[in-house]
């Protein structure tokens, strides 16, 4: 699952990038994946259970809190302090024809941003390119592709709000546990599949099954959706889950960052 707009969050555009960069890198001759929930309402009546996922859904008066997922080629983690507008997220992707993996971290309080790439299981490869494995300050100035440039777009970094807006059906099958069917050509939702893959998947895009989880503080604390086969690619399992709300650190400017070198610019320009 990729996404390509920057109200469909932050995540999945990375998630994109990093998959992208390791063809990009060995193909290129270098070498041999959040709109705001939507609340809801401010009433006494009972919630539906739309409704009640809804409300779970982070929006930043939680406080500090951590994320892992995955989807179909790509891990995911990180952590968002929204007093800060601070967000620490790494994202992995293994490159399927040569084997390397691509990790790559960011790291974003306000306007200032900072990443770290490695690659690993690059035996027999050359070329690629070397970065410090140290924190490097980037400069968004020097950042031209705005769909691979992180920025600070809300809490709702797995786009959880996004996707149960558009839950055509939801159950509640036991305390906290949710079900339902999500219609992934609607709305923003319709953004998080790329038109290849919505092609093939074709009308089973409308009834994408989902679990969701909330704690007992009312919190979200997993989403998954069963992704079915399309075209030549399996059926996958999107999944997003939350822990640690309030509880997670700060996120802060890391000590001993240095001004990132043009080679990292040419590795988010892809």
């Known amino acids: 699952m990729t996404q390509h707009s920057r109200t469909a969050g932050l995540l999945r555009r990375v998630v994109t990038s990093a998959a992208a960069l390791a063809v990009t890198v060995v193909a290129g001759g270098c070498g041999a994946t959040g709109s705001a929930p939507v609340a809801g309402p401010a009433t006494s009546a009972k919630l539906t259970p739309k409704q009640e996922l809804l409300a779970a859904v982070p929006d930043g008066t939680e406080g500090t809190f951590r994320y892992t997922g995955k989807d179909s080629s790509a891990t995911f983690s990180g952590l968002v ?46 070329g690629l390119p070397k970065l410090p494995d140290r924190w490097l300050r980037l400069d968004r100035a020097k950042l031209t592709d705005s769909e691979s440039t992180p920025v600070w777009e809300g809490v709702d970094v797995g786009n959880a709000g996004v996707l149960i807006e558009a839950a055509t059906a939801v159950e509640e099958k036991a305390a906290g546990r949710y079900a339902g069917t999500i219609d992934l050509t609607s709305g923003e939702a319709a953004k998080a599949l790329e038109a290849e893959e919505m092609t093939a998947l074709g009308a089973a895009a409308k009834t994408v099954p989902f679990t969701a989880e909330v704690g007992a503080d009312g919190n979200l604390t997993r989403l998954a959706l069963q992704v079915p086969a399309a075209g030549k690619r399996k059926a996958y399992t999107y999944l997003v889950e939350y822990r640690d709300y309030g509880s997670a650190p700060a996120v802060t400017a890391p000590a001993g960052a240095q001004d990132a070198p043009k080679v990292a610019y040419e590795l988010l320009a892809g």
């Not at 967000?87 to 990443?115: H, N, P, Y």
């Open 81 to 126: 302090d929204p007093a800060s507008k601070g967000m620490e997220f790494t994202t992995s992707a293994k490159d399927a024809d040569l084997g390397f993996t691509t990790r790559m971290s960011f790291r974003i309080v306000s306007e200032q941003i900072w990443m770290k790439v490695k690659f690993t299981g690059t035996e027999g490869l050359t």
